[in-house]
């Protein structure tokens, strides 16, 4: 019986097709912008990513004490001061700002105490 000669190309032909319908490889460690927010620890570690490219869409992996998990992060770095209940001292009792880029500079946008978000200087 003779050799199939058109083996190897309908051979190569079902390898590019397979190929094609693979998802695309995005690099798995590639690193996401934004700044991971500091997050209260987890109960338990679980470990849901080792990487921003684990993560869908925009999250990124961040710490959560021995856990890591995915998360909305924060767009500039540090983060927003601490606001006690009373009289708000941050600002003016309106939204100036939805997101950090909407700021100046390195401020974040950040709640005011009244229930409000304003455009402040970030600690640490």
Known sequence: MPACR????????LLGLLLLGL?????QGAEKPGVCPELQAAQNCTQECGSDGECK??????????ATVCHMPN?????????DGGIPILGVCVDQCQ???QCPAEM???RNGC???T??????
């Open 115 to 117: 229930g409000k978000v």
């Open 23 to 27: 998802p695309q490889v995005t690099g």
């Open 108 to 110: 974040k946008c950040c």
């Open 57 to 66: 869409d925009n999250l990124k992996c961040c710490q959560a004490g021995c």
């Open 99 to 101: 997101v950090d880029s």
């Open 6 to 13: 058109w083996c190897p190309l309908a051979a190569a032909l």
């Open 119 to 124: 455009c402040t200087l970030p600690v640490s």
């Open 75 to 83: 767009e500039k770095k540090g983060s927003c001061p601490q606001v």
